[in-house]
């Protein structure tokens, strides 16, 4: 061990220093690609699931609000005066003979035709509905439309659901139909029972059909590539698939995939090698399906094999580029070092007036002057430009953080990105816009104060876009009085409070919250009020958040201390931040801001 420290004692510092770098360098690239491939490979999986869970959050919103109107338009149609008159004139006739009847009935040719008409209102190319089969109650199929009603006599039989007293629709499993011109195919019956408005005797029953397909059409446009999906019943079928052959078999027979019965949504991976897939579903709760989406994993990481291609050229370009500018970088270092050094050496002895010679515009050259000024006044001056750098520092840093924004940007461009992918091109034209304005007016060509006018625009833009992410989460409304708008206001004050009031307020509560901004002049000063019906705060946090010492940022409370502290330090302790809040209630922000115009020209 002695031997190697002489060893090393005894190497140059040009070559300790080219030495190092080379090791530096190396070890640097390789611990670097280690963490690349790990990291890339995990980011790229965390993506494709977050994008196929929204795909599967959008599947089964879409597949909800076709359900839905399947459902309306049994009830409009079960509600139909016509209809109605025309099953009851059947039921009066063979129940109570003696009653009094409308004037028109099944067995009269026009209302057949009337009821063909109404019927057509509701079916292709109209609506989502293939066709419409109607049973009497007197167990008498009605051929009105497309559908072979002699097939739907022999599926549901005679007096199907007559003494069925829920009123609701009921939809089947998945089943084969035969339609009049176009032979059998997969559909879905959604039936109704018709009950009479006047009576409340039930006078028939309604069955609407859906094709398996246009249930299937809503997941198969911009599905991922390689990916499939799959719509699963409770016992375990496939109702819907894009591979029509593998509809009406057990999931996990004809799948291999294996998905959890706790009726939870969840997502996993599964399989190993090539086989390996990424598996996320989605409980639809109305009907008791499961949508399943499985995407091949060696899809999702194929971005990472040009990844890694990548990383071993710029790492080999690297190290060449560090063997040549290593050597070069040590010599230049070096040899000025050892002039200043030898310098010092004499300062020590004694000799107070020797100064360095060496002039030069690089580091050592600086270092040079600033150690000759050392011997002169370097006291003074250092104390009074540390005390300088400080403060400057310490401002430029918090209005560079308020600036620049990494996460929101990645954020806005990952939402812009995803609504072009569910072909919401208007929406996403718009969130860029709205990013655009927020980035043009929060650089300002470098001025720190702007008008509140432009403050509340900016502040706008930011709440437009968080709003297209977290729509469930929240809404907010902006009353600002005109006559405060060309006052002045420290740039990007409003904007961290509300993004705490988003991330910490809205988002911890379990339903809705709204956010309000509200700003009036109130004698000689400007009240601005940001107030949220989020999660709150105890007493104790609001006290922290305002203390003189340091909080924890994860409660958000280091942006709200900064904005106030900003505020306090261009236009005295008067004024800054008043923080009101209850917790699970409602949190409430006021900024007080001195009447001063806005002197500045206007930022276009």
């Known amino acids: 061990m002695k031997g190697f420290s002489n060893y090393i004692g005894g190497i140059s510092i040009k070559n300790k220093i080219f030495i190092s770098n080379i090791l530096i360098i190396v070890v640097f690239i390789s611990t670097q690609s280690i963490f690349a491939n790990t990291i890339s490979q995990k980011a790229i999986i965390d993506k494709a699931t977050n994008n196929s869970s929204r795909?599967?959050?959008?599947?089964?919103?879409?597949?909800?609000?076709?359900?839905?109107?399947?459902?309306?338009?049994?009830?409009?149609?079960?509600?139909?005066?016509?209809?109605?008159?025309?099953?009851?004139?059947?039921?009066?006739?063979?129940?109570?003979?003696?009653?009094?009847?409308?004037v028109e009935g099944l067995n009269n040719l026009s209302m057949n035709?009337?009821?063909?008409?109404?019927?057509?209102?509701?079916?292709?190319?109209?609506?989502?509905?293939?066709?419409?089969?109607?049973?009497?109650?007197?167990?008498?199929?009605?051929?009105?439309?497309?559908?072979?009603?002699?097939y739907a006599a022999r599926l549901f039989g005679y007096g199907y659901g007559a003494d069925d007293r829920t009123y609701l629709p009921i939809w089947t499993g998945l089943i084969k139909f035969r339609f009049l011109y176009e032979g059998d195919d997969n559909v879905f019956a959604v039936s109704k029972t018709v009950i009479h408005k006047d009576t409340g005797k039930t006078i028939g029953r309604i069955f609407l059909y859906v094709k398996e397909t246009t249930i299937a059409s809503i997941y198969e446009e911009g599905k991922n590539k390689g990916g499939e999906f799959y719509i699963v019943d409770a016992d375990g079928r496939i109702i819907s698939a894009q591979n029509k052959a593998m509809l009406y078999r057990d999931f996990k027979e004809a799948a291999s995939i294996s998905i959890p019965d706790d009726g939870k949504d969840a997502s996993f991976t599964q399989g190993s090698g090539s086989r390996e897939m990424l598996i996320l579903t989605h409980r639809f709760e109305p009907l008791q399906w499961t949508i399943v989406s499985a995407i091949p994993m060696n899809e999702i990481t194929s971005e990472r094999k040009e990844i890694n291609?990548?990383?071993?050229?710029?790492?080999?370009?690297?190290?060449?580029?560090?063997?040549?500018?290593?050597?070069?970088?040590?010599?230049?270092?070096?040899?000025?070092?050892?002039?200043?050094?030898?310098?010092?050496?004499?300062?020590?002895?004694?000799?107070?007036q020797v100064r360095s010679s060496y002039q030069s515009t690089d580091e050592i050259g600086y270092l040079s002057e600033g150690f000759n000024n050392l011997m002169d006044r370097i006291e003074a001056l250092m104390a009074e430009n540390v005390e300088k750098?400080?403060?400057?520092?310490?401002?430029?840093?918090?209005?560079?953080?308020?600036?620049v924004k990494p996460h929101f940007l990645y954020n806005t461009v990952e939402t812009i990105i995803s609504l072009i992918k569910l072909g919401l091109g208007k929406q996403a034209i718009t969130a860029a816009q709205y990013m655009a304005n927020f980035y043009k007016i929060s650089l300002s060509k470098g001025y720190d104060i702007i008008s509140i006018g432009e403050e509340m625009r900016l502040t706008e833009s930011y709440l437009e876009i968080q709003q297209l992410r977290y729509v469930?989460?929240?809404?907010?409304?902006?009353?600002?009085?005109?006559?405060?708008?060309?006052?002045?206001?420290?740039?990007?004050?409003?904007?961290?409070?509300?993004?705490?009031?988003?991330?910490?307020?809205?988002?911890?509560?379990?339903?809705?919250?709204?956010?309000?901004?509200?700003?009036?002049?109130?004698?000689?000063?400007?009240?601005?009020?940001?107030?949220?019906?989020?999660a709150g705060m105890h007493k104790d946090q609001t006290k922290a958040i305002m203390a003189e010492s340091g909080v924890s940022s994860e409660g958000g409370g280091f942006g709200i201390r900064s904005v106030s502290n900003r505020i306090r330090m261009l236009y005295g302790d008067r004024y800054g931040l008043q923080v009101e809040s209850e917790y699970g209630v409602y949190t409430k922000i006021i900024i007080l801001l001195p009447l001063r115009p806005q002197e500045l020209p206007p930022h276009s």
């Open 472 to 534: 469930e989460y929240m809404a907010y409304t902006m009353d600002i009085d005109d006559e405060i708008l060309t006052y002045s206001i420290p740039k990007l004050t409003l904007q961290p409070i509300v993004e705490n009031a988003i991330y910490h307020g809205l988002k911890l509560k379990q339903e809705k919250g709204i956010i309000r901004v509200t700003g009036r002049r109130s004698g000689n000063h400007i009240e601005i009020e940001i107030y949220d019906n989020g």
């Open 55 to 102: 795909e599967l959050v959008l599947i089964k919103n879409n597949l909800q609000t076709l359900l839905s109107s399947i459902e309306d338009y049994s009830k409009i149609l079960a509600s139909d005066y016509r209809l109605q008159n025309a099953l009851y004139y059947d039921y009066l006739l063979n129940n109570e003979p003696n009653a009094i009847k409308p």
């Open 389 to 403: 750098q400080r403060t400057k520092a310490e401002i430029e840093f918090k209005l560079l953080q308020s600036q």
């Open 309 to 352: 291609q990548l990383i071993i050229g710029i790492g080999a370009a690297c190290l060449l580029l560090a063997l040549m500018v290593s050597f070069q970088l040590s010599r230049s270092i070096t040899r000025p070092i050892f002039r200043l050094a030898k310098t010092m050496r004499e300062i020590r002895s004694g000799k107070m």
């Open 113 to 150: 035709k009337t009821l063909s008409e109404t019927i057509s209102n509701i079916v292709e190319p109209n609506t989502k509905i293939k066709a419409v089969s109607i049973l009497t109650s007197n167990q008498h199929w009605v051929d009105v439309g497309f559908a072979d009603n002699a």
